[in-house]
């Protein structure tokens, strides 16, 4: 048995999505050792795609259980 009602029913305005969608999908699962430097990888994969993009775009990104960063 279905209790409430579907929100979509009470939106009136639905975002029209850009033409261009850029996913990145991340995983950093230690901030030491071998990885120590995935973080500012990925801070620069963002920077360079914020930098070098001029058309329209939506951006994604999936974190795939990433450790949580205590340093920076």
């Given at each position: 048995?279905?209790?409430?009602?579907?929100p979509a029913k009470f939106v009136?305005?639905?975002h029209k999505p850009q033409p261009i969608t850029v996913a990145v999908l991340t995983?950093?699962?230690f901030l030491s050792g071998y990885?120590?430097?995935?973080l500012d990888?990925?801070?620069?994969?963002l920077r360079?795609?914020?930098e070098n993009t001029d058309l329209p775009y939506e951006?994604?990104?999936f974190d795939n259980g990433s450790c949580q960063?205590?340093?920076r």
């Open positions: 048995m279905r209790l409430g009602q579907n009136d305005h639905v995983y950093v699962p990885f120590a430097t995935y990888v990925v801070k620069a994969c360079s795609i914020w951006l994604l990104v960063d205590r340093k």
